[in-house]
């Protein structure tokens, strides 16, 4: 018969990690992507691999998203990104994702997010 330690709880996985709102512009026309991406670890470390998989599905998939048309045509290396919210919460980071969008209505992010 199995018995559990009272003081023994399994650990529920937590649903409030810090997420990173950013923004990636192309140098060459001035043309913004606003997203979110989870940040575990470096901050400037997680948004460089997160660019590098924009880059990569531009490249590899044949997207007609504004980004992904964008990086095909100006190349990754014309494009800077920077932090512009750290968010604890999936859902608090994609309503101030929302809001920057609906606010800015920066021209590389798809026109579903856009409405």
Not at 91 to 102: G, K, P, V
Request: with cysteine; net charge positive.
């Amino acid at each position: 018969m199995e018995t559990k330690n009272a003081t023994t709880k399994s650990r529920k996985a937590r649903c409030d990690r810090r997420h990173i709102v950013y923004v990636i512009t192309c140098v060459v026309t001035g043309e913004q992507y606003v997203g979110i991406t989870v940040g575990s670890g470096s901050v400037k470390q997680r948004l460089k691999v997160r660019m590098q998989k924009h880059a990569e599905r531009a490249r590899n998939e044949n997207k007609d998203w504004g980004l992904c048309r964008a990086l095909r045509e100006h190349g990754a290396a014309n494009f800077n990104y920077g932090v512009l919210a750290l968010v604890r919460g999936k859902a608090a980071a994609h309503t101030l994702e929302c809001d920057i969008i609906h606010a800015f209505c920066p021209s590389l992010n798809t026109a579903s997010q856009l409405k």
